[in-house]
């Protein structure tokens, strides 16, 4: 089975911008949730932005809030576009979609532990 294929990271400067794309045409129709994660070196994965398909309900990090916006095309490519990054926002980025009915539960849609669908990730590093 593919995984969602995210593409789009790179290195940047602090105050600059990256755009994340994920190609998960195969999940989207599955999923009733899908999100970006991030984890960095000795952190636990968290949850960075989400949204559940077909409604408008979505996540976002406090850390992110204001400066990152998730969204979706019509070819159901996933994107996060991310502004004014800092170097905290350094990590591994992954796209994940979910089919756990959890996630349908505002507490639990940036869960990681309720996505089951995972890239490979894209990494994000962003210099002071």
């Known amino acids: 089975q593919v995984r969602p294929a995210e593409s789009g990271g790179g290195s940047v400067q602090a105050g600059g911008s990256l755009r994340l794309s994920c190609a998960a045409s195969?999940?989207?129709?599955?999923?009733?949730?899908m999100g970006w994660f991030r984890q960095a070196p000795g952190k636990e994965r968290e949850g960075v932005a989400a949204?559940?398909?077909?409604?408008?309900?979505q996540f976002y990090a406090d850390s992110v809030k204001g400066r990152f916006t998730i969204s979706q095309d019509n070819d159901k490519t996933i994107y996060l576009q991310m502004n004014n990054l800092a170097p905290e926002d350094s990590a591994m980025y992954y796209c994940?979609?979910?089919?756990?009915?959890?996630?349908?539960?505002?507490?639990?849609?940036?869960?990681?532990?309720?996505?089951?669908?995972w890239g490979q990730g894209t990494q994000v590093t962003v210099s002071s």
């Open positions: 994940a979609g979910s089919a756990h009915y959890r996630c349908l539960e505002l507490a639990d849609l940036g869960n990681p532990s309720v996505y089951g669908y």
């Open positions: 195969g999940y989207t129709h599955m999923s009733l949730c």
């Open positions: 949204f559940q398909t077909g409604r408008g309900t």
